[in-house]
């Protein structure tokens, strides 16, 4: 199993930034995926889960900001954020899900929200 | 949302002793479908968390039987035996039988 994360960077509050998480070595389209963050210094912080059927959950936190989803062809799991804010600094990880828990997790990408 | 509680913050253990770490829970995190889904991970430092243990006392593929598992309903506990260099960290506790999905705080094991 591998997971590559791409799309971080330095934006604006306000802006939006796509992520995507490329998968590898596994059915992608047979399970659900995790974004998970990591605010520097911090601990773990669930993001938002999308089922083998486009079924979505999102933190409270994120609900209405952020939209997960997946491209099944294209074996890519995305998560779009709008309406950053500074608090939404972190690293980002995408988590392939064993039955409800994360089992394998990428090498995560940065996001930095910061005028 | 389920609150998980890790103690220690942290611990400082000699090469080739054992340790544990608890993790409690708000909620008991026995699922409708009867699997309680408490899982423990490792974050080696600069890198990505790994699976430990899924379901409270199942080792993941690849992961030495000097990590053990055991609780129920809202009290969890995970063993390190005959600690190893490779084992210093932070180790989080999880639960995903419901959503949100909520992690320990985290406990620092440092090698002495």
């Known amino acids: 199993v591998q997971l590559v994360e791409s799309g971080g960077g330095l934006v604006q509050p306000g802006k939006s930034l796509k992520l995507s998480c490329s998968a590898s070595?596994?059915?992608?389209?047979?399970?659900?995926m995790h974004w998970i963050r990591q605010a520097p210094g911090k601990g773990l912080d669930w993001v938002a889960y999308i089922s083998s059927s486009s079924g979505t959950v999102y933190a409270d936190a994120v609900k209405g900001r952020f939209t997960i989803s997946r491209d099944n062809a294209k074996n890519t799991l995305y998560l779009q954020l709008n309406s950053l804010k500074s608090e939404d600094t972190a690293i980002y990880y995408c988590a392939k899900t064993g039955h409800t828990y994360p089992d394998y997790w990428g090498q995560g990408v940065m996001v930095t929200v910061s005028s | 949302d389920v609150v998980m509680t890790q103690t220690p913050v942290s611990m400082s253990v000699s090469l080739g002793g054992q340790v544990s770490i608890s993790c409690r829970s708000s909620q008991s995190l026995v699922h409708n479908n009867g699997n309680t889904y408490l899982s423990w991970y490792i974050q080696k430092p600069s890198q990505s968390p790994q699976l430990l243990i899924y379901?409270?006392?199942n080792r993941f593929s690849g992961i030495s039987d000097r990590f053990s598992g055991s609780g129920s309903g809202t009290d969890f506990t995970l063993k390190i035996s005959r600690v190893e260099p490779d084992d210093l960290g932070v180790y989080y506790c999880?639960?995903?039988?419901?959503?949100?999905?909520?992690f320990g705080s985290g406990t620092k094991l440092e090698i002495k």
């Open positions: 999880g639960q995903g039988t419901q959503y949100p999905l909520t």
């Open positions: 070595g596994f059915t992608f389209s047979s399970y659900g």
């Open positions: 379901k409270v006392s």
